[in-house]
């Protein structure tokens, strides 16, 4: 099992950077594939990027891509979702997940692990 802890969210203006940090604990957190996934007011979870356990592979939403880099660094058991270029319509909560999935998935229901959900707000 792997617990996940969210930082790095808050307030910036468009065309602003962040970086969300995931911190996991467990042993094996090289063997997941992780994905940054949000929810806005209103609407549906949707997904935002994903990693392979290697960090080889990773996959974009269009809405983000080109703007959002997804990494991770198995030696501090964290993943992280470096954020530039911010927009409003960026404005969501943003959930870290793990899953035991072998492939890069896009699919938040193949996800078997959450982090609690990190608030990202970006002002015009």
């Known amino acids: 099992q792997v617990q996940l802890v969210e930082s790095g969210g808050g307030l910036v203006q468009a065309g602003g950077s962040l970086r969300l940090s995931c911190a996991a604990s467990g042993r094996t957190f090289s063997s997941y594939v992780m994905g940054w996934f949000r929810r806005a007011p209103g609407k549906e979870r949707e997904f935002v990027a994903a990693i392979s356990w290697s960090g080889g592979i990773s996959y974009y939403a269009d809405s983000v891509k080109g703007r959002f880099t997804i990494s991770r660094d198995n030696a501090k058991n964290t993943v992280y979702l470096q954020m530039n270029s911010l927009k409003p319509e960026d404005t969501a909560v943003y959930y870290c997940?793990?899953?035991?999935?072998?492939?890069?998935?896009?699919?938040?229901?193949?996800?078997?692990?959450w982090g609690q959900g990190n608030q990202v707000t970006v002002s015009s």
């Open positions: 997940g793990a899953t035991t999935k072998v492939v890069v998935t896009t699919t938040w229901e193949e996800y078997d692990y």
